[in-house]
Nanobody
Framework: QVQLVESGGGLVQPGGSLRLSCAAS????????MGWYRQAPGKQRELVAR???????NYADSVKGRFTISGDHAANTIYLQMNSLNAGDTANYYC????????????WGQGTQVTVSS
């Protein structure tokens, strides 16, 4: 059974930065396209960044140029570096393998809360 554990969230001021981590067990991130999703209160979960096993990345327009997704195959972990954060980035952030339709492929973890506020 695949388990995903997200960490690194917190409260940050507008313009600040955070680095999220997602440790996977039970499956290898090397052989899957992995993604970071987020869900704000009252909104649907959205895919904001993805990375293939070969390192190709793709971003939602809302985070392009501010967020960077990366992976460490040896640690079986993916990361999301988030810079220039704004209130619109406030959400619970989750990682998952990305299905061809852009949906999460494995069971969801608890996520990590990111709150951007002054």
């Amino acid at each position: 059974q695949v388990q995903l554990v997200e960490s690194g969230g917190g409260l940050v001021q507008p313009g600040g930065s955070l680095r999220l981590s997602c440790a996977a067990s039970g499956a290898s991130v090397r052989f899957n396209t992995m993604g970071w999703y987020r869900q704000a209160p009252g909104k649907q979960r959205e895919l904001v960044a993805r990375i293939t096993g070969g390192g190709t990345t793709n971003y939602a327009d809302s985070v392009k140029g501010r967020f960077t997704i990366s992976g460490d195959h040896a640690a079986n972990t993916i990361y999301l570096q988030m810079n220039s954060l704004n209130a619109g980035d406030t959400a619970n952030y989750y990682c998952n393998a990305v299905s061809p339709l852009g949906l999460g492929y494995w069971s969801w973890g608890q996520g990590t809360q990111v709150t951007v506020s002054s």
